[in-house]
């Protein structure tokens, strides 16, 4: 079956710009994670959603990321007048039950696109 | 806080040697703990988790909430092994916290 994909997978922006990264999730699956990583890091987390609410944003760095995930499936990862040291990759991952039910959940990981901004 | 460590960012070992990625935590309650990989121009993925208890492609990992490690092991390394590999904690909150992760090559 599909995994889960990310698009684009690679997005150039200049300082100041707005961009908009797309997750499509597994289908089915409840929660939804976004993380950052930058050059040489492991991932950070950022917000997570179970299904179309977003019951944690304390990893968004500032208030130019939003995210959202209107319809429970498909989310976007927005970034207002981005800034060079937004450069990193984006991951998003999902999984089958809501985060509450620790011990029993795998995330499963998109590719990730890579943002530069110049 | 909860905080992971990855003390090395690079392992170099050869074919058929034991390997130990190690893994520190820092965590006040009891967190659970995974090891992810990626393999090159691959995605991230689980590669094993504490809870389960089990051995994936001969690795296994020990919780020792003593020294308040999860350190990686195998026995015998193979070259299909080389990888990036990445400790992570989950706790009673939503994020899971990642190392910045271990750069593993199995030379020939």
């Known amino acids: 079956g599909a995994g889960v994909s990310q698009s684009p997978r690679y997005k150039v922006a200049k300082r100041g710009q707005d961009v908009a990264l797309r997750c499509d999730p597994i289908s089915g699956h409840v929660s939804l994670f976004w993380y950052q990583q930058a050059l040489g890091q492991g991932p950070e987390f950022l917000t997570y959603?179970?299904?179309?609410?977003?019951?944690?944003k304390s990893g968004l760095p500032s208030d130019r990321f939003f995210a959202e995930r209107p319809e429970g499936s498909v989310s976007t990862l927005k970034i207002q007048r981005t800034q060079q040291e937004d450069s990193a990759v984006y991951l998003c991952a999902s999984s089958l039950i809501p985060r509450v039910l620790k011990g029993a959940d795998t995330q499963y990981f998109g590719p990730g696109t890579r943002l530069t901004v110049l | 806080a909860q905080r992971v460590t990855q003390p090395e960012k690079l392992l170099s070992v050869f074919k058929g040697a034991p390997v130990e990625l190690k893994c520190n935590y820092s965590y006040s309650g009891s967190p659970e703990l995974f090891w992810y990989v990626q393999y090159s121009r691959q995605r991230l993925q689980l590669l094993l988790r504490h809870i389960s208890r089990e051995s994936i492609k001969g690795f296994t990992a020990d919780l020792n909430k003593g020294e308040t490690s999860f350190h990686l092991k195998k026995p015998f390394a193979q070259e299909e092994d080389s990888a990036m590999y990445y400790c992570a904690l989950s706790g009673l909150g939503n994020d899971m916290r990642f190392g910045a992760g271990t750069r593993l090559t199995v030379k020939p």
């Open positions: 959603f179970q299904n179309e609410a977003q019951l944690d």
